[in-house]
C-alpha cells in the first residue's frame, strides 16, 4: 500500500508497471526533475525504500555533503527491530557488513539505493538509474565520471526491514534469506560474496 500511504502525506507518486527497481527509481527521478526545473548542478537526488526509516536529519545530511562539493553520497544501513530478526542473524549480517571497519572515519564499500544522494549533473552523466530488476544503485555509481567525487559514509544510517521474504529478487532481503539458509539454518559467507 506504499503508492497510497505516499498520496495520503502530501507526496506526488509515480507509478510504474516495468516490474524493474532501476526503471522505477529512473520514473521517479525524471518526474521530479521535470517538477522542480532548477540547474541540475544546483539539483540534489535521494533515494530511500519504502521499508525504511531515515533519521530527522539524513536530508540535511544529504544537503550538507552536496553543499560541500561532493557529486554523490552512499550512506550505510542497518537493520530495523521491526520485523523481528533472530539475534543470530543480526549478528551474522553485522560481521558481514562491518568486517572492514577500522574506526570512525570507516570509508565503507556498501552501494544502497535504500541511502543514496546524487547530483542531477552526475546522475544525467551516468545515464541515470538503468532498467534493471536489482542493482540499479550499484550500476548507476558505477556508470559515474571518473572526476565525481563519492563520499561513503556511515554518519546517517538508514533503518531498513530485515524481512526474509522480500519482494526484489536479488536485493537486501534475499541477501538476508540466504545469510541465514532458505531452510533457517545460518550459513557462512565467504569473501566476495554478499549484497554491497
Same mark, same amino acid.
Given at each position: 500500500?506504499?503508492?497510497?500511504?505516499?498520496?495520503?502525506?502530501? /507526496?506526488?507518486?509515480?507509478?510504474?508497471?516495468?516490474?524493474?527497481?532501476?526503471?522505477?527509481?529512473?520514473?521517479?527521478?525524471?518526474?521530479?526533475?521535470?517538477?522542480?526545473?532548477?540547474?541540475?548542478?544546483? @539539483?540534489?537526488? &535521494? @533515494?530511500?525504500?519504502?521499508?525504511?526509516?531515515?533519521?530527522?536529519?539524513?536530508?540535511?545530511?544529504?544537503?550538507?555533503?552536496?553543499?560541500?562539493?561532493?557529486?554523490?553520497?552512499?550512506?550505510?544501513?542497518?537493520?530495523?527491530?521491526?520485523?523481528?530478526?533472530?539475534? /543470530?542473524?543480526?549478528?551474522?549480517?553485522?560481521? +558481514?557488513?562491518?568486517?572492514?571497519?577500522?574506526?570512525?572515519?570507516? &570509508? +565503507?564499500?556498501?552501494? +544502497?539505493?535504500?541511502?543514496?544522494?546524487?547530483?542531477?549533473?552526475?546522475?544525467?552523466?551516468?545515464?541515470?538509474?538503468?532498467? &534493471?530488476?536489482?542493482?540499479?544503485?550499484?550500476?548507476?555509481?558505477?556508470?559515474?565520471?571518473?572526476?565525481?567525487?563519492?563520499?561513503?559514509?556511515?554518519?546517517?544510517?538508514?533503518?531498513?526491514?530485515?524481512?526474509? @521474504?522480500?519482494?526484489?529478487?536479488?536485493?537486501?532481503?534475499?541477501?538476508?534469506?540466504?545469510?541465514?539458509?532458505?531452510?533457517?539454518?545460518?550459513?557462512?559467507?565467504?569473501?566476495? @560474496?554478499?549484497?554491497?
Amino acid at each position: 500500500a506504499t503508492a497510497a500511504v505516499a498520496a495520503r502525506h502530501g /507526496a506526488r507518486v509515480v507509478e510504474v508497471a516495468h516490474g524493474k527497481a532501476g526503471a522505477a527509481r529512473a520514473a521517479a527521478v525524471e518526474h521530479a526533475l521535470q517538477l522542480c526545473r532548477a540547474p541540475a548542478e544546483e @539539483t540534489w537526488i &535521494v @533515494t530511500t525504500d519504502a521499508d525504511c526509516v531515515v533519521r530527522p536529519s539524513w536530508l540535511a545530511r544529504q544537503l550538507e555533503a552536496a553543499g560541500q562539493g561532493w557529486d554523490c553520497v552512499l550512506g550505510t544501513i542497518r537493520i530495523a527491530p521491526l520485523p523481528p530478526v533472530p539475534a /543470530a542473524l543480526r549478528v551474522r549480517h553485522d560481521a +558481514h557488513y562491518f568486517a572492514d571497519r577500522a574506526g570512525p572515519g570507516w &570509508v +565503507h564499500p556498501h552501494v +544502497h539505493g535504500a541511502n543514496l544522494g546524487v547530483r542531477a549533473d552526475a546522475y544525467r552523466a551516468a545515464g541515470g538509474f538503468p532498467p &534493471v530488476a536489482c542493482g540499479e544503485d550499484r550500476a548507476l555509481v558505477e556508470a559515474l565520471p571518473g572526476t565525481a567525487r563519492v563520499l561513503r559514509t556511515d554518519a546517517c544510517p538508514v533503518l531498513t526491514s530485515g524481512r526474509t @521474504t522480500p519482494r526484489a529478487p536479488g536485493g537486501f532481503g534475499v541477501f538476508l534469506r540466504d545469510l541465514a539458509g532458505h531452510d533457517g539454518r545460518m550459513r557462512g559467507v565467504g569473501p566476495g @560474496t554478499g549484497h554491497v
